[in-house]
């Protein structure tokens, strides 16, 4: 898939654990856990503004895409 989820990185830019943000935002750690590993085909709209807001910054810095033409034929090749 060639949107990726860069939390990983954002956290450990910003020193904020995990388990902290989970809470402030009031997803489990476990839910937090597999967007920060990528292992999501999908985020809320709601659930990245309020990453953006603790973390302050925009869905840029938490999403990166890798283009692929693949995107255009519905992923197949």
Excluded: H, N, W
């Excluded at 956290?11 to 935002?25: G, Y």
């Excluded at 603790?54 to 519905?74: N, T």
């Amino acid at each position: 898939m060639p949107v990726k989820v860069t939390l990983d990185v954002l956290l450990a830019m910003r020193k904020r654990k995990a388990r902290e943000v989970a809470e402030e935002i009031g997803l489990s750690e476990t839910q937090l856990s597999l967007l920060r590993t990528g292992k999501v085909k999908g985020m809320r709209f709601d659930t990245l503004a309020k990453l953006c807001y603790v973390l302050e910054c925009s869905p840029a810095d938490i999403l990166d895409y890798e283009r692929d033409a693949a995107d255009l034929s519905g992923g197949e090749g």
